[in-house]
């Protein structure tokens, strides 16, 4: 296609594309399905591919994100960001309308707002574009997190109606509840640590490091004020009906009140729908709607005295704690869960409560017995927060963490100042190696489906398999007749399992195709702690074998972008444990593969092969570009030098102690223009 052709085309793609975002996620009324959309937005980026100087900053195709940011810039706030007056009680803001009146000398109107619960934002417009997206901060300076906030497909990166002129307009950033649960049940299933509500993984997120992770965070936006100058509102409600005909999601919730009874009635309404809600508030913002008398009524140092936030009390239900149980997860932790007399609460039933930890316990002073109360507050998951003292009946019993694994009896380990007890008894914990296993086998790894819904759990009773790499050596004898009846989990219905001849066929079959899964699959597969799937792809793409990252020291490990301590630490622990190393040669043996094949760093790349380290500071690059330039390559980045290293290369100041190791081992030292040499060659 030639290049006007292509201009007008990418135009009236992004056009059409901006409007389905907006008819989807902003206004809930989709008009084409998926499918179309898709093909849209491919049609888009394929032509962006092939005219890279037609891509807008704002174009439809930047909400995938894949950008990487490693530090967020500091940036100034052009109007502070403010917090609010807060209270809990009906006199304070009784109290708070009174005070209006007092120094207003016309009547006024109020305007009520749900008080979303996720991270305050500030998003910068210049003639219809957004140009900027900053986080609250301290007030005065927050963080620059414009490419992340990019993916959230209801914050317009263009303007509808388009207007002219700069603006900020400030909203909240939230993850709506069943996002959060499935973000967790996610994290859980890799062994990482989930976050404790929604507004912690809504922080979170925004704060990654790779923009295309975000963009499947599934965040939202709720927008709720704007600041310019010269903006022809005279009230906020005005404004917050501009604000939607510009294309912004606006909560349709928000309400003019003449009277504090109607601001009461709104404050009862949203108590009452709160928990139906698909997203967390905690409570409601009462604004005066006129901005001259906001003007007039003025601000505090920290708070405007037009606006007060009422907070709703977390729901809270009072019911006796009979027992605590002692989880073991698929990474050997601990977890104390308190037993409850089923009380209702925010809408569902309550049985159970997360006790955290040990030192939660301590601090609670917990005893059998105890009337406790139980609150759902930000956190989705319900937790004990009191016990009622004076209704305990002595003697009481004081619950004791479990000194011994309540499943295998090894006993339990805690590292010091950590606060998770674990089960050190990896290999032979039965709901460790079963965790284990299903990891193995699930979709995302090794996708050995056929092995679901409790075979595992039959293979492991007959002592069939005790880890992963025993699946490999199952025969067609081992496994025919085989049967037990089994719980089903979902609808606590016994059933039984009878591995037939077809059973056993399609689980042998299985097994033998996933002996072409990919190196990154296997990798994510092990189950190594805090090893997810996105990590494994980029640790199996940089390492290329299993050999390779096996023998890197966490120094090396850090060095690969976004590896962190904790990350390199787990991972260094799995391949020091001989364990470990045993399974990997069993599963080598039965022929999976432990390496990136061939096609994915094709050998014509200038650099294939090769491995460098980069040293100092350069001119016309930064040692990221550096880095990303010799991987784009091909070629390996290396934090320190060895006889494998085939080039270092060096800018100014490069550290001696690295400039004498090279000359030791006659390593060559090149500049950016000899790697630019080598590429061209
Ligand atoms: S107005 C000058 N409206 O609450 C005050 N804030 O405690 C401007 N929030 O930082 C804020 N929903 O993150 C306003 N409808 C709403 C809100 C809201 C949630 C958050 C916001 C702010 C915090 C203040």
Redesign the pocket.
Known sequence: MEYELARKRIQELSRQINEHNYRYYVLAQPSISDYEYDMLLEELMALEKQFPALLDKNSPSQRVGGQITKKFPAAWHKYP????N?TYSKEELMAFDQRIRKTLDSSHEYVC????????ISLTYIDGDLVRAVT?GDGVQGDEVTINIKTIRSIPLKLRNASVGTFEV???VYMPNASFLALNKEKDKTGEAGFANPRNAAAGSLKLQNSALVARRNLDC?I??VHGEGLPFETHWESLQALKKWGFKV?DD?RRCASMEEVFGFIEEGEKRRASLPFG??GV?V?VNNYAQQQALSYTSK??RW?I?YKYKAERAATRLTDVSFQVGRTGAVTPVAILDPVLLAGSTVKRASLYNEDKINELDLHYNDMVFVEKGGDIIPKIVDVDLPARKHPAKKINFAGNCPECGTPLKKEAGESVHYCPNSQACPPQIQGKIEHFISRRAMNIESLGQGKTELLISKNKISDISDLYYLTYDDLIGLEKKVLDPESQKERIIRFRDKTVKNILSALEKSREVPFERVLFALGIRHLGETMAKKLAQHFSSIDRLQEASTEELIAVHEVGEKMAESIRAYFDNPNNLHIIERLRDADLLFRTEQTQTPARLALAGKSFVVSGVFDKYSRDDIKQLIEGQGGEVKSSISSKTSYVVAGDNMGPEKRKKAEALHIPIIGEKELEDLIKE
Do not use: T, W
Not at 81 to 84: D, G, N
Not at 113 to 120: F, I, Q, R, S
């Open positions: 960001m403010l917090s609010l807060n707002e749900l008080k979303y619960d996720g991270v305050a609250r400030r909203g909240e709720f709720y004020g909560s928000s508030i905690d913002v604004k708070f405007p606006a936030a």
